[in-house]
C-alpha cells in the first residue's frame, strides 16, 4: 500500500489546537512533515510566522524532560555563542513546538562531494561549539544507544522469541552480523580503557540532519537534537560516512547501485579534521572503522526490527526494515572492501591538514 500522508486522512484539529496552546497564535494550517523514522512531525503555519510541531515518541524516548532539557540548554549555548538554532517554544507532555529555520532545504542523498566536506564540518564545530558546555552532564535521552555489542544482545534477543516465526527467512543477514560479532565492541571497549574519551555528541548524524541555506548551500544548524548526549566522536564521524557516502538512499532495494562513495569520504575527512582538532591519535585512527562499524550498528537495527515485527521504525510496507537492512549490509560491505583506501586518505588529510 502506497504511503499516505496524515493530513489526507486527519483534519490536523489535534495538532492545530496543540500548536496554538504551546504559543504558535492563531493556526491557520498543518501539514506531515519530513519523514523521522520515530517522531510525528508537522509544519504549522500562522499568519506571521511558520513553526515545527512533533509528536515525540515516548516509547523510545521515556525521559521527555529530560532531553528537552538538554535540547533547551544545548540551543541556548550555541544561540550565546552566535550560532543559529532552533528555538523550543513550548512544550507540554509528549508535544513541542519549535522555530522553522527559514531559507533552508536538506538532502538524503548527497550530489555533490562539496556538501559533504560543508555537512562534516558543521558537525565537528557543533562538537566543538558544546566542548564548553556548563555543567551537569546530558541527560542519556536513549542508554546504551551507540553500544553496539548491546545492540547485538537486542538482536540475539530477537532471534531466540522470534514472535513472527522471522528468523528462518533472514539467515544470510544473520550471518553476516555474526560473522563480525568480534569488531563490534572495538569502539566500547576503547572507551571502557579511557583511550577514547566521552564527548557531547549528537548521535543522529544522518546527513539531512544538516539544514544548507537555499541561497549559498552553506550549512546553517544542525538539527534533530533529540539524541544530544554523552557520546563518542567516532559515531558522529560514523554516522556521516554511513549516510553522505551512499549512492542512495538506506531503503534503497536495488543493491546493484548501493555502494560508498571514496571521493565523498574523502570530502568528509577534510570537512570534519578541518574544525575536529580535539581528537586524539585513538580517535584519528577508528575514523574510517567507525563509518564501517556505525553502518554494521545500523544493520543489527534494522534486522532487529525486522525480526521483532516492526514495532521501533516506521515502516512504509511489509519488507521495508529487511530492505534497510540489506542495504546497510551492502553499504557495510562497500566500506569494508574500500577500509584501506580510506584508512590512507585520512592519514594524508591529518599529514596536510
Ligand atoms: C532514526 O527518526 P530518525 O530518522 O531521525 C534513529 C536513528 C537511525 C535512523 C536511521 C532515536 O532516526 O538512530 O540512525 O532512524 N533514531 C532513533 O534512519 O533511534
Ligand atoms: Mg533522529
Not at 539467515?171 to 577514547?196: P, R, T
Not at 538539527?223 to 559515531?235: C, E, F, I, N, R
Amino acid at each position: 500500500m502506497a504511503y499516505i500522508p496524515i493530513h489526507y486522512l486527519n483534519n490536523m484539529d489535534e495538532q492545530k489546537r496543540i500548536a496554538e496552546e504551546l504559543g504558535a497564535g492563531k493556526v491557520l494550517d498543518a501539514i506531515t512533515f519530513g519523514d523521522g523514522h520515530i517522531n510525528d512531525t508537522f509544519k504549522i503555519t500562522t499568519p506571521e510566522e511558520v513553526f515545527i510541531l512533533q509528536k515525540i515518541n515516548t516509547e523510545i524516548f521515556k525521559d521527555v524532560d529530560g532531553m528537552m532539557d538538554n535540547i533547551c540548554r544545548v540551543t541556548e549555548h550555541l544561540r550565546n555563542k552566535g550560532k543559529r538554532a532552533f528555538k523550543v517554544i513550548g512544550h507540554k507532555s509528549s508535544w513541542r513546538l519549535l522555530s522553522f529555520i527559514e531559507n533552508t532545504y536538506s538532502v538524503y542523498v548527497l550530489s555533490n562531494p562539496a556538501q559533504a566536506e560543508t555537512a562534516a564540518r558543521a558537525f565537528a564545530v557543533f562538537q566543538n561549539d558544546l566542548v564548553d558546555l556548563p555543567g551537569p552532564r546530558l541527560v542519556e535521552t536513549i542508554t546504551d544507544f551507540h553500544n553496539t555489542p548491546f545492540r547485538f544482545r537486542q538482536l540475539e534477543d530477537a532471534i531466540a522469541s522470534d514472535n513472527k516465526n522471522r528468523a528462518k527467512d533472514v539467515k544470510a543477514e544473520i550471518d553476516f552480523i555474526y560473522k563480525h560479532k568480534e569488531s563490534a565492541s572495538k569502539i566500547v571497549d576503547l572507551m571502557n580503557e579511557g583511550k577514547i574519551p566521552e564527548r557531547i555528541t549528537h548521535n543522529d548524524t544522518k546527513i539531512n540532519n544538516v539544514m544548507l541555506d537555499n541561497d549559498t548551500n552553506e550549512a546553517i544548524t544542525v538539527v534533530d537534537l533529540d539524541t544530544v548526549m554523552p557520546g563518542s566522536s567516532l559515531y558522529d564521524f560514523g554516522d556521516m560516512v554511513r549516510t553522505a557516502t551512499a549512492s542512495a538512499e538506506e531503503d534503497e532495494a536495488n543493491l546493484d547501485i548501493v555502494y560508498s562513495k571514496k571521493e565523498y569520504f574523502a570530502a568528509l575527512a577534510k570537512g570534519y579534521l578541518s574544525e575536529a582538532k580535539f581528537l586524539n591519535q585513538y580517535e584519528i585512527d577508528n575514523l574510517a572503522f567507525s563509518g564501517w562499524l556505525i553502518t554494521y550498528e545500523q544493520a543489527i537495527r534494522f534486522l532487529a526490527d525486522y525480526i521483532n515485527g516492526d514495532v521501533y521504525y516506521k515502516t512504509n510496507y511489509p519488507d521495508h526494515n529487511l530492505v534497510r537492512t540489506r542495504n546497510q549490509i551492502t553499504m557495510a560491505q562497500s566500506i569494508e572492501e574500500q577500509m584501506d583506501e580510506y584508512n590512507e586518505i585520512v592519514r594524508k588529510e591529518i599529514k596536510n591538514g
